[in-house]
């Protein structure tokens, strides 16, 4: 059976055909603690069956029913906050119940997922540089609370702090949000595209192969899925440069 909309997305109710090659994408929103509390179970998961993470910074996806946090009823609200802080009292997270700096205004989050995708095109996809910094914007919001992820500046420290080379901090970490000839832009945009035809609604969602695993609850069935590829027989996709 089959769901479909006006997008033309097509939910299928047997996962997708076996392929020669596997891809592990994350569509995830930088600020959401959730993508904070999946990545590093994600990235072991990559590790253990040699995928490369493709992070892929989005917003919440309202075309498909998507609903930011603060638009939502207040009992959902406040399970939302009590489930976040069983989630992290059991994964062994420190997190804020009520960062300084989150919810953001709109329009802003946009800087830091830019940011992410310049360095993931220039040190490539699954690189620990790009999975680092992702990473250390996300403890920046919900952890240490060190200053706004919103200020390039703040930012370009969270870079340095990565190890970053001062080139990447001045070409990559920068606010080009206007700028449609960006390539950071582009992607972000192209991203936000494929999750609307998807079916993505919320974040982070884990997309192997095609199928979607919304939530980082859903972790142990991603790694069901990629030991099924392998056993079957497919490899790692391979990146280029600028993927």
């Not at 253990?48 to 498909?64: A, F, M, Q, S, T």
């Not at 638009?71 to 906050?81: G, K």
């Not at 946009?110 to 992702?134: D, K, N, P, T």
């Not at 832009?185 to 997309?207: D, S």
């Amino acid at each position: 059976m089959s769901l479909q909309s006006s997008t033309t997305i097509v939910y299928r109710s047997i996962p997708p055909a076996l392929s020669d090659r596997i891809t592990l994408e994350v569509y995830y929103g930088v600020s959401s603690p959730w993508a904070l509390l999946g990545a590093p179970r994600v990235e072991a998961i990559a590790q253990r069956y040699g995928l490369r993470v493709h992070l892929k910074p989005i917003v919440v996806v309202e075309e498909n029913g998507g609903i930011r946090l603060k638009s939502r009823h207040e009992a959902r609200q406040a399970y939302h906050a009590l489930d976040l802080y069983r989630t992290a009292k059991l994964l062994g997270v420190p997190m804020k119940p009520s960062p300084k700096y989150y919810p953001q205004a709109p329009g802003t989050i946009e800087l830091a997922g830019q940011a992410i995708i310049r360095v993931q095109r220039r040190h490539g996809v699954g690189s620990e540089e790009a999975l680092r910094f992702s990473y250390e914007i996300q403890r920046c919001i919900w952890v240490t609370e060190e200053g706004d992820h919103t200020d390039v500046e703040v930012l370009r420290g969270i870079a340095r702090r990565c190890g970053l080379s001062e080139e990447a901090v001045e070409q990559d970490v920068v606010d080009r949000r206007g700028d449609e000839m960006d390539a950071g832009v582009q992607e972000w945009k192209r991203n936000h595209e494929e999750a609307v035809q998807l079916g993505i609604f919320g974040t982070p969602n884990y997309v192997v192969n095609g199928e979607i695993f919304w939530g980082q609850d859903r972790l142990d069935y991603v790694e069901m899925r990629a030991k099924e590829l392998i056993e079957a027989g497919a490899r790692p996709t391979q990146y280029g440069s600028g993927a």
